[in-house]
Protein backbone atom coordinates (compact mmCIF):
# COMPACT_ATOMS: atom_id res chain seq x y z
CA UNK A 1 0.00 0.00 0.00
CA UNK A 2 1.29 3.39 -0.74
CA UNK A 3 2.08 5.73 2.05
CA UNK A 4 2.14 9.09 1.95
CA UNK A 5 2.65 11.59 5.09
CA UNK A 6 1.56 14.67 6.08
CA UNK A 7 3.05 17.23 8.61
CA UNK A 8 1.50 18.75 11.03
CA UNK A 9 -1.78 17.13 11.31
CA UNK A 10 -3.12 19.80 13.25
CA UNK A 11 -2.16 23.84 13.07
CA UNK A 12 -3.59 26.58 14.62
CA UNK A 13 -2.40 29.96 13.71
CA UNK A 14 -3.14 33.88 13.26
CA UNK A 15 -4.15 35.59 10.22
CA UNK A 16 -0.94 37.07 8.83
CA UNK A 17 1.31 34.20 9.84
CA UNK A 18 3.27 31.86 8.56
CA UNK A 19 2.51 27.95 7.42
CA UNK A 20 4.37 25.35 5.85
CA UNK A 21 2.67 21.66 5.31
CA UNK A 22 4.88 18.62 4.62
CA UNK A 23 4.48 15.95 2.54
CA UNK A 24 6.41 12.80 2.18
CA UNK A 25 5.86 10.10 0.15
CA UNK A 26 7.66 6.67 -0.33
CA UNK A 27 6.11 5.05 -3.53
CA UNK A 28 8.77 6.37 -5.97
CA UNK A 29 5.65 8.68 -7.32
CA UNK A 30 6.53 11.13 -9.87
CA UNK A 31 2.83 13.29 -9.20
CA UNK A 32 2.15 14.94 -6.36
CA UNK A 33 -0.80 16.97 -5.28
CA UNK A 34 -2.41 20.07 -2.55
CA UNK A 35 -5.85 19.77 -2.37
CA UNK A 36 -8.07 22.05 -0.14
CA UNK A 37 -11.12 20.31 1.35
CA UNK A 38 -13.99 22.55 1.79
CA UNK A 39 -17.92 21.48 2.38
CA UNK A 40 -19.84 22.11 -0.17
CA UNK A 41 -16.67 23.03 -2.79
CA UNK A 42 -15.05 19.17 -2.60
CA UNK A 43 -11.70 18.26 -3.11
CA UNK A 44 -9.94 21.74 -5.08
CA UNK A 45 -6.49 21.38 -6.40
CA UNK A 46 -3.67 23.85 -5.18
CA UNK A 47 -0.54 23.04 -6.95
CA UNK A 48 0.62 19.60 -8.30
CA UNK A 49 4.16 18.73 -9.83
CA UNK A 50 5.52 15.88 -11.40
CA UNK A 51 8.84 15.68 -10.39
CA UNK A 52 11.41 17.82 -8.14
CA UNK A 53 11.85 21.28 -9.08
CA UNK A 54 8.48 21.61 -11.31
CA UNK A 55 5.67 23.38 -10.20
CA UNK A 56 2.42 23.42 -11.64
CA UNK A 57 -0.40 25.88 -11.22
CA UNK A 58 -3.60 24.24 -9.87
CA UNK A 59 -7.38 25.94 -9.61
CA UNK A 60 -7.32 27.87 -6.65
CA UNK A 61 -3.17 28.81 -6.04
CA UNK A 62 -4.02 32.07 -4.96
CA UNK A 63 -2.69 32.86 -1.63
CA UNK A 64 -0.04 29.85 -1.83
CA UNK A 65 3.18 28.62 -2.86
CA UNK A 66 4.27 25.46 -3.12
CA UNK A 67 8.21 23.33 -3.86
CA UNK A 68 8.72 19.77 -4.33
CA UNK A 69 12.47 19.45 -3.73
CA UNK A 70 12.78 16.28 -3.73
CA UNK A 71 10.88 13.37 -5.30
CA UNK A 72 9.56 12.39 -2.07
CA UNK A 73 9.10 16.06 -0.46
CA UNK A 74 6.58 18.21 -1.84
CA UNK A 75 6.14 21.04 0.88
CA UNK A 76 2.57 23.90 0.62
CA UNK A 77 3.93 27.51 1.98
CA UNK A 78 0.95 29.93 3.33
CA UNK A 79 3.02 32.93 3.83
CA UNK A 80 0.50 35.18 5.28
CA UNK A 81 -2.40 33.03 5.71
CA UNK A 82 -6.07 34.39 6.00
CA UNK A 83 -9.48 33.11 7.46
CA UNK A 84 -10.09 31.99 4.09
CA UNK A 85 -7.53 29.55 4.10
CA UNK A 86 -9.01 27.65 6.75
CA UNK A 87 -9.39 24.25 5.86
CA UNK A 88 -8.65 20.69 5.70
CA UNK A 89 -5.16 19.93 3.52
CA UNK A 90 -4.85 16.76 1.48
CA UNK A 91 -1.34 15.50 0.15
CA UNK A 92 -1.63 13.26 -2.83
CA UNK A 93 0.60 11.34 -4.64
CA UNK A 94 0.23 9.15 -8.16
CA UNK A 95 2.44 7.41 -10.77
CA UNK A 96 1.96 8.19 -14.30
CA UNK A 97 3.65 6.07 -17.06
CA UNK A 98 3.27 5.11 -20.47
CA UNK A 99 0.38 2.74 -19.06
CA UNK A 100 -1.54 5.37 -18.78
CA UNK A 101 -3.21 7.08 -15.18
CA UNK A 102 -2.00 5.71 -12.00
CA UNK A 103 -4.84 6.11 -8.62
CA UNK A 104 -4.24 9.14 -5.93
CA UNK A 105 -2.87 7.94 -2.67
CA UNK A 106 -3.85 10.67 -0.41
CA UNK A 107 -2.41 11.51 2.87
CA UNK A 108 -3.89 11.49 6.23
CA UNK A 109 -4.91 15.57 5.72
CA UNK A 110 -3.43 18.66 7.56
CA UNK A 111 -6.18 20.64 9.67
CA UNK A 112 -5.41 24.25 9.52
CA UNK A 113 -7.02 27.17 11.35
CA UNK A 114 -6.52 30.63 10.97
CA UNK A 115 -7.61 33.10 13.69
CA UNK B 1 -12.34 22.04 -20.37
CA UNK B 2 -12.42 18.81 -18.05
CA UNK B 3 -14.95 18.57 -15.46
CA UNK B 4 -16.86 16.49 -13.22
CA UNK B 5 -20.64 16.81 -12.17
CA UNK B 6 -22.14 15.38 -9.13
CA UNK B 7 -25.97 16.33 -8.92
CA UNK B 8 -26.72 14.75 -5.52
CA UNK B 9 -25.27 16.80 -2.33
CA UNK B 10 -26.49 14.94 0.30
CA UNK B 11 -28.41 11.59 0.06
CA UNK B 12 -30.08 9.19 2.81
CA UNK B 13 -31.33 6.03 2.09
CA UNK B 14 -32.71 3.17 4.53
CA UNK B 15 -30.36 -0.12 4.37
CA UNK B 16 -30.88 -2.67 2.05
CA UNK B 17 -32.18 -0.12 -0.55
CA UNK B 18 -30.30 0.03 -3.73
CA UNK B 19 -27.68 2.52 -3.97
CA UNK B 20 -26.92 4.95 -7.29
CA UNK B 21 -24.96 7.87 -6.94
CA UNK B 22 -24.68 10.20 -10.18
CA UNK B 23 -21.64 11.33 -12.25
CA UNK B 24 -21.36 13.03 -15.45
CA UNK B 25 -18.14 14.29 -16.77
CA UNK B 26 -16.76 16.61 -19.68
CA UNK B 27 -13.29 15.85 -21.39
CA UNK B 28 -12.38 16.57 -24.30
CA UNK B 29 -10.21 13.00 -24.68
CA UNK B 30 -11.06 9.24 -23.58
CA UNK B 31 -10.48 9.63 -19.81
CA UNK B 32 -10.23 7.79 -16.82
CA UNK B 33 -13.12 7.48 -14.23
CA UNK B 34 -12.81 7.11 -10.30
CA UNK B 35 -14.89 6.80 -7.62
CA UNK B 36 -13.20 7.87 -4.27
CA UNK B 37 -14.97 7.54 -0.95
CA UNK B 38 -13.89 9.10 2.46
CA UNK B 39 -15.59 8.12 5.24
CA UNK B 40 -15.60 10.22 8.45
CA UNK B 41 -12.19 11.59 10.02
CA UNK B 42 -10.34 9.37 7.14
CA UNK B 43 -8.66 10.46 4.01
CA UNK B 44 -10.10 9.47 0.35
CA UNK B 45 -9.11 6.17 -0.73
CA UNK B 46 -9.82 4.60 -4.09
CA UNK B 47 -12.99 2.73 -4.39
CA UNK B 48 -13.03 2.06 -8.50
CA UNK B 49 -11.72 2.96 -11.57
CA UNK B 50 -12.82 2.42 -15.00
CA UNK B 51 -11.18 0.40 -17.32
CA UNK B 52 -9.43 1.05 -20.85
CA UNK B 53 -11.44 -2.65 -22.26
CA UNK B 54 -14.77 -1.42 -20.82
CA UNK B 55 -15.31 -4.03 -18.02
CA UNK B 56 -17.13 -2.78 -15.26
CA UNK B 57 -15.55 -2.16 -12.11
CA UNK B 58 -16.22 -4.08 -8.69
CA UNK B 59 -15.01 -3.49 -5.26
CA UNK B 60 -16.78 -4.24 -2.11
CA UNK B 61 -20.15 -4.66 -3.64
CA UNK B 62 -20.09 -1.61 -5.46
CA UNK B 63 -20.11 -1.66 -9.33
CA UNK B 64 -20.16 1.62 -12.22
CA UNK B 65 -20.01 1.50 -15.66
CA UNK B 66 -18.77 3.78 -17.86
CA UNK B 67 -20.75 5.23 -20.45
CA UNK B 68 -19.18 7.17 -23.01
CA UNK B 69 -22.60 7.68 -25.28
CA UNK B 70 -23.70 9.60 -21.79
CA UNK B 71 -20.40 10.66 -20.39
CA UNK B 72 -21.58 9.06 -17.53
CA UNK B 73 -19.95 6.79 -14.47
CA UNK B 74 -22.68 6.01 -11.90
CA UNK B 75 -21.71 4.26 -9.04
CA UNK B 76 -24.56 1.70 -7.89
CA UNK B 77 -25.02 -1.32 -5.43
CA UNK B 78 -27.79 -3.29 -5.08
CA UNK B 79 -28.25 -3.33 -1.34
CA UNK B 80 -27.30 -0.58 0.85
CA UNK B 81 -25.34 -1.29 4.02
CA UNK B 82 -24.74 1.06 7.50
CA UNK B 83 -21.04 0.64 6.51
CA UNK B 84 -21.91 2.60 3.45
CA UNK B 85 -22.19 6.10 5.07
CA UNK B 86 -19.71 8.36 3.31
CA UNK B 87 -18.50 10.79 1.37
CA UNK B 88 -18.22 9.88 -2.46
CA UNK B 89 -16.58 11.60 -4.70
CA UNK B 90 -16.44 10.81 -8.93
CA UNK B 91 -13.08 12.19 -10.72
CA UNK B 92 -11.82 12.08 -13.90
CA UNK B 93 -7.85 11.99 -15.34
CA UNK B 94 -6.92 12.82 -19.05
CA UNK B 95 -3.91 12.09 -19.64
CA UNK B 96 -3.06 15.47 -21.73
CA UNK B 97 0.58 16.28 -21.12
CA UNK B 98 -0.28 16.75 -17.55
CA UNK B 99 -1.65 14.43 -15.50
CA UNK B 100 -4.36 15.80 -13.60
CA UNK B 101 -7.32 14.87 -11.38
CA UNK B 102 -10.60 16.46 -11.40
CA UNK B 103 -12.92 16.00 -8.81
CA UNK B 104 -17.01 16.48 -8.13
CA UNK B 105 -18.04 18.00 -5.30
CA UNK B 106 -18.94 15.16 -3.35
CA UNK B 107 -21.89 13.03 -2.52
CA UNK B 108 -22.87 12.81 0.95
CA UNK B 109 -24.44 8.85 1.79
CA UNK B 110 -26.28 8.44 4.47
CA UNK B 111 -27.80 4.95 5.29
CA UNK B 112 -29.72 4.84 8.39
CA UNK B 113 -31.72 1.45 9.82
Known amino acids: EAAVTQSPRNKVTVTGGNVTLSCRQT?????MYWYRQDTGHGLRLIHY?????NLQIGDVPDGYKATRTTQEDFFLLLELASPSQTSLYFC???????WGTGQLYFGEGSKLTVL | GDSVTQTEGLVTLTEGLPVMLNCTYQ??????LFWYVQHLNEAPKLLLK?????KRPEHQGFHATLHKSSSSFHLQKSSAQLSDSALYYC????????????FGKGTSLTVIP
Open chain 2, 50 to 54: SFTDN
Open chain 2, 27 to 32: STYSPF
Open chain 1, 49 to 53: SYGAG
Open chain 1, 92 to 98: ASSHWGW
Open chain 1, 27 to 31: NSHNY
Open chain 2, 91 to 102: ALSSNTGYQNFY
